[in-house]
């Protein structure tokens, strides 16, 4: 009989959070037939079968549910022992992931970072640079610098002050079309994949159609808008930062969304955690880049 292996649970956690084998076997960096070869040993080792293959994917069959609660539990305990070791030897010597939205990074972080690099010269930064909501509970940062109304209630940290949006376009575009109605006007916004940031929620709420042009960073929404090709609300940090872009004040203040330091509840305890986290809470909050 096949015996059951730790990664053969992976394996098949994988193929039901991403639903196909090719989607699994990214996400475990091997190959298509690896994780088809894996599946279909405990399938026929135990005489069952596990999922349903239907023209779009992989789904676990209904009688599978026991099967996804126990792996979802096994997760989530293998990420608290992950999160335990990266927690053991710690020091503010060491080095640390930090991750963050790549305006922020560009835009705020490298003067903080500066700071800190003359204060500690023994710390080192990794970045990771993603617009997607994250999930802390998985072992992918220490640190996460993020705009979110509240912070879930498996992560602990500092509120930084507030990111500010406001509406912006060229100068050309602005005096050509004056009208105060958001809908005389072009837009562009964010894609689906960040959808619930600010300004994606103020753009469900204010548009039934999609805007003409959508990216999931706000770079190309400020260089497209800087450019001519419309409107687009962008937050106050970025959009400063473009020497073409104008406000548009016909329209009222848009959104302000709390900008947080943070860390999964099981870090945030640590000293050197701690310390971070205060260390670029305070710098932000002084940062006159956010302030309006």
Known sequence: M??????DLQFIHAVIAHGSLSAAARALAVNHATVQRRISAVEASYGVTLFERLP???RLRPEGRDVLSALDR??????RIERAFRGVGLSIEGTFRLTTTDTIATLL?????????????????????????IDMAQPLAEIAIRPI?????????QQAGHLHFRIYGSAAYLAQNASPDLNDHTWLGVAPTIARSPAGLWQQS???????????????LATMAEAGMGLAMLPTFVGQTYKGLREARRFPDIATIPFWVAAHRDLSALEPIKELIGFFAEALRDDPALAV
């Open 56 to 58: 779009g994917g992989y």
């Open 74 to 79: 096994i997760e989530s305990e293998t990420s």
């Open 109 to 133: 972080l490298p003067r903080h970072l500066a700071t800190l690099q003359a204060i500690h010269p023994e710390v080192r930064i990794e970045l990771g640079i993603t617009n997607y909501r």
């Open 149 to 157: 109304q509240n912070l879930p209630d498996d992560m602990r940290g």
């Open 206 to 220: 204010h548009f039934d159609g999609p805007p003409a042009l959508t990216a999931d960073s706000f770079f190309p």
């Open 2 to 7: 096949h015996r059951l292996r730790w990664d």
